[in-house]
T-cell receptor
Framework: GAVVSQHPSRVICKSGTSVKIECRSL??????MFWYRQFPKKSLMLMAT?????????EQGVEKDKFLINHASLTLSTLTVTSAHPEDSSFYIC?????????????FGPGTRLTVT | AQKVTQAQTEISVVEKEDVTLDCVYE???????LFWYKQPPSGELVFLIR??????QNEISGRYSWNFQKSTSSFNFTITASQVVDSAVYFC??????????????FGKGTHLIIQP
């Protein structure tokens, strides 16, 4: 299957700072990328959907000014958590999908564990 | 709105036993897709299966099998002759519409499966 990477895999930051998480599709062009958030021992919650070259569509309850998503190319999407607070600590997972294929399968990255102190 | 219910929070069985993970979904769409993912302790989601709403045939893949019943809105997952390596959290997910997942996935809360040696 297709490969999606995330960087960093773990990050610890201080409250009030911003942190950027990268999501890359390594061997396919991801026309659409999704960002999910997973709290410990909880389900994955879709945060936003981004299509290459256009603004992300955020799910209800997700602050777009706090979670900045950029999908500047077909292989890279970034999530920036601005002015992070301890409650933003979570496991962030991205997935990529290509609309050029018929499968519409989402390929998930390995996740980024964010800890805000 | 779509919803996925995995009523079993945690299941513990002894190796070689068969185990079934339940998944019940709600959707108003007539076209939708159902998924199962495995999340081992490493955190990375592993795709297991995708099934569209028009295909009610059961599927078997090695020790894994899936029973899709639209009449009861269920998409249950059975592991036969379980092994310790099957220990993980398993998520059932739903995507509405004909996009096959293009609109993001709604996940259940997951079932933590523990296989004891």
């Amino acid at each position: 299957g297709a490969v999606v990477s995330q960087h960093p895999s773990r990050v610890i930051c201080k409250s009030g700072t911003s942190v950027k998480i990268e999501c890359r599709s390594l061997d396919f062009q991801a026309t659409t990328m999704f960002w999910y958030r997973q709290f410990p021992k909880k389900s994955l919650m879709l945060m936003a959907t981004s299509n290459e070259g256009s603004k992300a569509t955020y799910e209800q309850g997700v602050e777009k000014d706090k979670f900045l998503i950029n999908h500047a190319s077909l292989t890279l999407s970034t999530l920036t958590v601005t002015s992070a607070h301890p409650e933003d600590s979570s496991f962030y997972i991205c997935s990529g999908m290509s609309l050029h294929t018929n499968s519409y399968e989402q390929y998930f990255g390995p996740g980024t564990r964010l800890t805000v102190t | 709105a779509q919803k996925v219910t995995q009523a079993q929070t945690e299941i513990s069985v002894v190796e070689k036993e068969d185990v079934t993970l339940d998944c019940v979904y709600e959707t108003r769409d007539t076209t939708y897709y159902l998924f199962w993912y495995k999340q081992p302790p490493s955190g990375e989601l592993v795709f297991l299966i995708r099934r569209n709403s028009f295909d009610e045939q059961n599927e078997i893949s090695g020790r894994y099998s899936w029973n899709f019943q639209k009449s009861t809105s269920s998409f249950n997952f059975t592991i036969t002759a379980s092994q310790v390596v099957d220990s993980a959290v398993y998520f059932c997910a739903l995507s509405e519409g004909s996009g096959g997942g293009a609109d993001g996935l709604t996940f259940g809360k997951g079932t933590h499966l523990i296989i004891q040696p």
